[in-house]
Nanobody, 124 residues
Framework: QVQLQESGPGLVKPSQTLSLTCTVSGASIAYGYYYWSWIRQPPGKGLEWMGAIAYSGNTYYSPSLKSRTSISRDTTTNQFTLQLRSVTPEDTAVYYC????????????????WGQGTQVTVSS
């Protein structure tokens, strides 16, 4: 069974870089024509797709976050990572990683696999 687990700091100071890692088990991030995404949900708001890295290694980003976001992967450890630069309190959210057959993930689909999510708070 495919499982995804987010990890990273729960508290980040404004202007710093947020770094999260998604550890995948039960599937390889380099095979299978899947896209591996980062999605977040700020308090009281809907899901926001941030970006994805494809099985091929190609990356895709939300236009609104592209200037601050980087997604990379390590196929030897089967992990992919998110870096969000110059964070502000508006970046406070629950951050999810997910596997899907499509690039942009704005709502869950029965065929998706999602991590449980990790709370990140941006505060001094």
């Amino acid at each position: 069974q495919v499982q995804l687990q987010e990890s990273g700091p729960g508290l980040v100071k404004p202007s710093q870089t947020l770094s999260l890692t998604c550890t995948v088990s039960g599937a390889s991030i380099a095979y299978g024509y899947y896209y591996w995404s980062w999605i977040r949900q700020p308090p009281g708001k809907g899901l926001e797709w941030m970006g994805a890295i494809a099985y091929s290694g190609n990356t895709y980003y939300s236009p609104s976050l592209k200037s601050r976001t980087s997604i990379s992967r390590d196929t030897t450890t089967n992990q992919f990572t998110l870096q969000l630069r110059s964070v502000t309190p508006e970046d406070t959210a629950v951050y999810y990683c997910a596997r899907a057959r499509r690039v942009t993930v704005t709502t869950p689909s029965p065929d998706d696999y999602w991590g449980q999510g990790t709370q990140v708070t941006v505060s001094s």
